[in-house]
Nanobody, 121 residues
Framework: VQLQASGGGSVQAGGSLRLSCAASGRTFSRYSMGWFRQPPGKERQFVAGITRSGQSTYYADSVKGRFTISRDNARNTLYLQMNSLKPEDTAVYYC???????????????WGQGTQVTVSS
């Protein structure tokens, strides 16, 4: 599966952005999906994950209650709605696909290119 992330940009603290990840190739619904981010000078970190059907989701504590992961299997697209953004959310955001049937924070099989999110105070 090929993944293409988009929707990043610059926003002030308290603002919102919605990231999208378009999938092509193999059947999108076969994959659990996740969003990761890499802040400047730091390691990549798990943000949120969703199962194949979209019934189950899991979030990092740092984004719980502010971010929402969702997917549209008919459109082969993964989303990340980010509200109440903080400067510490500044990072390059990546989408990833996993052949596992459950949400996982690691061991993803395919990665998209990143999209930059910058939050100013």
């Amino acid at each position: 599966v090929q993944l293409q992330a988009s929707g990043g940009g610059s926003v002030q603290a308290g603002g919102s952005l919605r990231l999208s990840c378009a999938a092509s190739g193999r059947t999108f619904s076969r994959y659990s999906m996740g969003w990761f981010r890499q802040p400047p000078g730091k390691e990549r970190q798990f943000v949120a994950g969703i199962t194949r059907s979209g019934q189950s989701t899991y979030y990092a504590d740092s984004v719980k209650g502010r971010f929402t992961i969702s997917r549209d299997n008919a459109r082969n697209t993964l989303y990340l709605q980010m509200n109440s953004l903080k400067p510490e959310d500044t990072a390059v955001y990546y989408c990833a696909a996993s052949l596992k049937s459950y949400v996982t924070t690691g061991g993803y099989d395919y990665w998209g290119q990143g999209t930059q999110v910058t939050v100013s105070s």
